[in-house]
């Protein structure tokens, strides 16, 4: 399986920089699209990543249509507040490349863009009291739903570092 985060157009880079320690996480390609609100080299980025940055696998696009043209195969699913099914009502389990696609945390994905795939448009119920949820929690929330439906494919459930007894040993 090969999943993969879109950002259209992030600009804050804190946002961008707990995503990518995400993506790390869960073994899922994080793709770019320009113009960014910041540059790849900030130390924003940099902290809210840790020292998990250069191992995320990540590709910048110049705009949208780069993006379409460079990942023809796959499914792409779409998170709006627009969107009229939760992320919960799709069926990822049979998906093998899987394209989850976030708009700009000013003001989403444009219409233009969703309007071909108003079947694929999702979004996170919530109350009528919050506009959107922070970036990068929709995206965790995405992410992990897909991987929940697969079983958390190739992810570890213990904890790799102290060992599997660590909280019985002490």
């Known amino acids: 399986m090969s999943l993969n985060v879109v950002l259209y157009e992030p600009e804050i880079p804190a946002n961008t920089g707990n995503i990518m320690r995400t993506c790390v996480a869960t073994n899922t390609t994080l793709h770019l699209i320009k113009p960014l609100g910041f540059s790849l ?20 696009y110049e705009n949208i249509d780069e993006f379409f043209e460079k990942n023809k195969d796959g499914s792409y699913y779409f998170f709006t507040r627009y969107g009229h099914k939760p992320h919960t009502s799709f069926d990822y389990s049979k998906d093998e490349n899987i394209y989850l696609i976030f708009g700009k945390e000013s003001t989403g994905i444009p219409p233009s863009i969703l309007k071909p795939h108003l079947d694929k448009c999702i979004r996170i119920p919530m109350t009528d009291d919050v506009r959107a949820l922070n970036l990068s929690n ?16 190739g992810l570890l459930f213990d904890e790799p570092h102290k060992g599997k007894d660590y909280i019985e040993k002490n």
């Open 138 to 153: 929709t995206v965790c929330v995405g992410v992990y739903e897909v991987l929940r439906q697969k079983n958390y494919e």
């Open 41 to 60: 080299e900030d130390k924003y980025i940099k902290r809210c990543g840790v020292n998990y940055i250069d191992k995320c696998k990540y590709f910048v």
